[in-house]
């Protein structure tokens, strides 16, 4: 998998259980609050700086989420996706990339027609057994426990991209 690294210029992702752990609070006024880890968000907004593409298309339906990845710099952000495969093509279209150039993260049954077609696929640690079936790649982490600040280290150290001169700490949650 090492090898096919090199070749990463974009990262999708879904949110729940990969950004997050998976756990939505409902309040009593029906708001659904979800906990980003902080590293996560360094390290997306560095790989934008870097010049890398990143797309997340998830099930989740609400403007927070949307809010979060906006303020980290992610401009391909879908929401509310049922069936993610369209979403994805459209998204490789857009940009004109190719899936080999795609690295996925998904932790759950709607993200593995995209996991068995990108370049690599990766599951977090408590992902479902069918989307570890299908992954080239499984981390230790959990959802929401670093698994995209992992896979993006390990992309921008392949390539030589992990340098953090002159590095924002600004994680777009400061408004």
Not at 157 to 169: D, F, L, R
Request: hydrophobic share 40%.
């Amino acid at each position: 998998m090492l090898d096919r690294l090199k070749d990463i210029t974009t990262f999708v992702f879904d949110v729940d259980g990969v950004l997050t752990n998976g756990n939505i609070l409902v309040t009593e006024t029906g708001e659904q609050l979800r906990q980003f880890n902080i590293k996560d968000g360094f390290a997306m907004q560095l790989a934008i700086k870097k010049g890398y593409r990143i797309g997340v298309i998830t099930g989740a339906k609400t403007e927070a989420v949307k809010m979060r990845l906006q303020g980290l710099g992610v401009q391909d952000i879908y929401l509310n996706a049922s069936y993610k495969m369209p979403l994805f093509q459209q998204f490789l279209a857009k940009h004109q990339l190719k899936a080999s150039e795609v690295l996925y993260v998904g932790d759950d049954l709607p993200d593995q027609e995209i996991m068995e077609m990108v370049s690599i696929a990766v599951a977090p640690a408590d992902a479902v057994q069918e989307i570890k079936d299908v992954s080239h790649y499984i981390s230790p982490n959990n959802g929401g426990a670093c698994v995209v600040r992992e896979v993006i280290e390990k992309v921008l150290k392949v390539q030589g991209k992990w340098n953090i001169q002159h590095a924002s700490a600004d994680d777009g949650s400061a408004k």
